[in-house]
């Protein structure tokens, strides 16, 4: 290997890249709804036909998400007070002490 070898250009072949994906098509245009015109009405304005639940199923739903609503409101009422402390002491409440003090007026014998 002599210095000749350095004075040539040595060319790279070229990098092919993959080709690049296909731009993604558009949605396709939505239906316009369905249009009736009744010219035994007499009426010239069309009238669009929209399919819709009915009320009943509307009403029905609405009474099965309100029980499950009020289900998991009670359930989770019962775990918060099976989660309370069963007995909490009322800082305020003077019964003990009035026992106590009836217990040492009947030892020394005081009269109520």
């Known amino acids: ?18 080709p ?3 731009p993604p098509r558009p949605p396709a245009p939505s239906r316009p709804p369905a249009v009736q015109v009744d010219y035994a009405s007499g009426r010239n304005t069309p009238s ?4 819709a639940p009915s009320s009943d199923s509307i009403k029905s739903w609405n009474v099965t ?3 499950t609503l009020i ?3 009670n359930i ?9 402390e069963e007995v ?12 106590i003090v009836k217990k040492w007026k ?4 005081d009269p109520l």
């Open 88 to 99: 909490e002491a009322d800082p305020f409440d003077t019964t003990e002490f009035e026992e």
């Open 48 to 51: 669009v036909i929209i399919k």
């Open 65 to 67: 998400q309100s029980d």
């Open 20 to 22: 690049r994906p296909a």
């Open 71 to 73: 289900l998991k409101c």
């Open 1 to 18: 290997m002599g210095w000749a070898e350095f004075d040539q250009i040595k060319r790279k072949k070229p990098f092919l890249s993959p």
């Open 76 to 84: 989770e009422a019962l775990e918060a007070s099976a989660l309370e």
């Open 106 to 109: 009947i030892k020394e014998g």
